[in-house]
């Protein structure tokens, strides 16, 4: 007996150990993290935001040609890869959370509300609804994309993090969480169980509908990352303009540059039928319209510890001296240096014709967003380059076009703009001769140049 349960004990620790030295080889994050902001001038006081930690990952976005109710902009189904974790509220952002925020109240804005010129909200329900309008705990609705925006502004100005929309390739993933059916529960071919997950319009047999209406978030099931409302309740409004798929694999896809002005929006809601609360379900609105179903969930992005480097001295200018001509003055705070100090500000480079950045450069840029907002008074130019195999009228417009989709890119990640300035030189100033398709590539470039930095 002693033998016996001396063995089971050994065999129980090393269990342990075994799965404990599995966990320290990874970086800990915390699976749920809550956030309290103080109510400020809110008539529903003090609030808090939760967030599940979501791993990196690969997925299948979109749906197969023969899922049910698929319509034709959910394809080509293509595979993404996400390659940082971020978290992920639990939640649809809240009407307390948004008043605690901003101090104000969207979703008992009257119901048809075009008081600014070129703005549209419109509503589906009557103050006389059974709905509660007051209700903090239900989705903050009737909010513009351009609103989101200014909330996001707001939030971040606070020091709890780093907040913004996610993606449209991030919602997806955090949406199915591992799965490739219809729904994050399963198949449900006759919509049989989706009553369990999501809050949507039911349309009987003799054809009379019951329309739903906004509903406190998290009373149905979570997804399996724990993720509450990802199916109906209202549409989140995601990052991206709105464009359609390609096939080829993709990293970290963000659409900046588009024919359409409309903004994604993902996820289905009390004002649309059951088919449109699946996993691949795509539409999108204006960013200056809005309607009592269409909402936001947030991200919160996980903070990369920036190391100090310190440079050592070195005699860059050789004159035999030691001094401060030897560095680089005012190198920003949370730059990635070289030996003498200086800030390592590499090209972007773009394909023939092309000015879609390529996911190669999204952690680059990444960081110089990161820095930007570390430095307030930083103040950086964005240079846009061709080569020279057509116009210059052509040449000139492809490299505006290049540095603008650059400063798009830094201006999502939260950039400000009032600090970025945009230039094109077409042709006039290459890196390289144009003697050679590697040398062509070269020039085919946006260059970040710093203008000012006072400390």
């Not at 050994?10 to 966990?23: H, K, P, Q």
């Not at 999501?198 to 979570?222: D, F, L, N």
């Not at 588009?258 to 795509?282: E, N, P």
């Not at 240096?337 to 200086?342: K, L």
Request: some cysteine; overall charge negative.
């Amino acid at each position: 007996m002693f033998s016996r349960t001396c063995f089971l004990c050994v065999f129980v620790i090393s269990c342990f150990i075994s799965a404990v030295s599995v966990g320290w080889n990874e970086e800990m994050h915390e699976e749920l993290i809550t956030i309290a902001f103080p109510g400020g001038d809110s008539l529903y006081g003090d609030a808090e935001m939760t967030f599940r930690y979501i791993p990196a990952g690969s997925f299948m976005m979109g749906s197969h040609g023969t899922e049910k109710d698929r319509e034709e902009n959910e394809g080509p189904q293509h595979e993404v890869t996400i390659t940082k974790p971020f978290y992920m509220g639990i939640h649809e952002v809240t009407q307390r959370q948004w008043a605690a925020i901003m101090s104000t109240y969207p979703s008992e804005s009257t119901r048809k509300d075009s008081s600014q010129k070129g703005l549209w909200r419109q509503k589906y329900y009557y103050p006389s609804s059974s709905v509660s309008k007051n209700d903090p705990d239900c989705p903050v609705e009737s909010v513009f994309w351009n609103d989101c925006q200014e909330f996001i502004k707001q939030l971040n100005s606070l020091g709890k993090g780093t907040f913004r929309l996610p993606t449209e390739a991030e919602w997806e993933y955090a949406c199915r969480a591992g799965t490739t059916t219809r729904f994050y529960w399963g198949v449900d071919l006759d919509y049989k169980d989706i009553s369990q997950y999501a809050w949507h319009t039911i349309k009987k047999p003799s054809g009379r509908e019951i329309v739903e209406k906004p509903h406190p978030v998290g009373q149905k099931k979570a997804n399996p990352w724990g993720l509450y409302d990802m199916s109906g309740n209202v549409w989140e409004w995601c990052l991206d303009l709105y464009a359609p798929y390609t096939e080829a694999p993709q990293m970290d896809p963000l659409v900046t540059q588009s024919d359409d002005l409309r903004r994604v929006i993902r996820g289905g809601s009390w004002r649309r039928y059951a088919m449109r609360c699946r996993s691949a379900q795509r539409n999108a609105s204006l960013p200056n319209h809005s309607t009592d179903f269409i909402g936001l969930r947030l991200i919160k992005e996980i903070e990369i510890e920036e190391k100090e480097i310190i440079p050592v001295p070195k005699d860059s200018d050789q004159d035999g001296v030691i001094d401060d001509r030897d560095k680089c003055p005012n190198t920003p705070k949370g730059a990635k240096v070289d030996e003498d100090g200086c800030w390592i500000l590499e090209p972007i480079y773009f394909e023939l014709d092309r000015y879609e950045i390529k996911p190669e450069f999204h952690a680059f840029l990444d960081h110089v967003a990161h820095v930007l907002t570390l430095n307030p008074n930083l103040k950086m130019q964005i240079n846009g380059h061709t080569c020279s195999l057509a116009t210059e009228k052509y040449n000139l417009s492809l490299s505006e076009n290049r540095a603008k989709a650059v400063l798009n890119y830094l201006l999502t990640k939260h950039a400000h703009k009032e600090n970025l300035e945009t230039k094109w030189w077409g042709e006039n100033i290459p890196a390289a001769p144009n003697d050679s398709e590697e040398n062509m590539k070269k020039n085919r470039r946006v260059e970040l140049q710093v203008l000012s930095n006072e400390n």
